[in-house]
Nanobody, 130 residues
Framework: QVSLMELGGGSVQAGGSLRLSCAASRSPNSDCYLANYYMAWFRQAPGTEREGVAAINNYGTTSYTKSVKGRFTVTKDSAHAQIYLEMKNLEPEDTAMYYC???????????????????WGQGTQVTVSS
């Protein structure tokens, strides 16, 4: 069993920046090896479906949804089982609850679809005002 905890949400004005972090931990009796996990950030605004934003695999290869390319950067600290989402030039359209997700396995291009992730965090709110 894997647990995920997000930190770093908040409120900023358009054009501002935020950095989200997600820490993964496993149950004491679990034999999972977190370094084998691929991880991602999703977001969900009120009345919309949850969408994949950025993902990173075991080797550091990343995937981004088109709307955030060039503005968001996902990185991974494998030694501490954490991932980060650096968000720059934020827009009001980026306002959403942001979720961290993880699953075991390897993808050459880490996926951005919900069905490929088993473990989810509780989310952290990002609000961007115009």
């Amino acid at each position: 069993q894997v647990s995920l905890m997000e930190l770093g949400g908040g409120s900023v004005q358009a054009g501002g920046s935020l950095r989200l972090s997600c820490a993964a931990s496993r149950s004491p009796n679990s034999d999972c090896y977190l370094a084998n996990y691929y991880m991602a950030w999703f977001r969900q605004a009120p009345g919309t479906e949850r969408e994949g934003v950025a993902a990173i695999n075991n080797y550091g290869t990343t995937s981004y949804t088109k709307s955030v390319k060039g503005r968001f950067t996902v990185t991974k600290d494998s030694a501490h089982a954490q991932i980060y989402l650096e968000m720059k030039n934020l827009e009001p359209e980026d306002t959403a609850m942001y979720y961290c997700a993880a699953d075991n396995g390897f993808w050459r291009a880490p996926p951005l679809s919900l069905s490929e992730y088993e473990y989810w965090g509780q989310g952290t709110q990002v609000t961007v005002s115009s």
